[in-house]
């Protein structure tokens, strides 16, 4: 089993920066791929960010690239998520997940692979 518990949500307004972190305990952190998701009032799960299992692989969503970072550091078992230039459409709760290996194209975005959530942090940018 693993607890995956995020922090650093909050209020910023369009242009500002937060840094989300998702602390891990239970199992060994490396040995599982990592992604942050969001979801917005209304809307379906959506993926953001995500590294392979290889640690290698960094990949984005269209939507966020070139101002979110996913970084992740195992000796602290800690997933992070660098935000700038936030905008009201980056409102959201955040997730962050991790999950074994997958398979198929595009398998990493799928919150069905997903095994381990954490509760959410919410994120709300204002205009």
């Known amino acids: 089993q693993v607890q995956l518990v995020e922090s650093g949500g909050g209020l910023v307004q369009a242009g500002g920066s937060l840094r989300l972190s998702c602390a891990a305990s239970?199992?060994?952190?490396?040995?599982?791929?990592v992604g942050w998701f969001r979801q917005g009032s209304g809307k379906e799960r959506e993926f953001v960010a995500g590294i392979s299992l290889s640690g290698a692989g960094f990949t984005y969503a269209d939507s966020v690239k070139g101002r979110f970072t996913i970084s992740r550091d195992n000796a602290k078992n800690t997933l992070y998520l660098q935000m700038v230039s936030l905008k009201p459409e980056d409102t959201a709760v955040y997730y962050c997940a991790i999950r074994s290996g997958c398979s198929g194209s595009g398998c990493h975005q799928r919150p069905s692979e997903y095994e381990y959530w954490g509760q959410g942090t919410q994120v709300t940018v204002s205009s």
């Open positions: 239970g199992r060994t952190f490396s040995n599982y791929a």
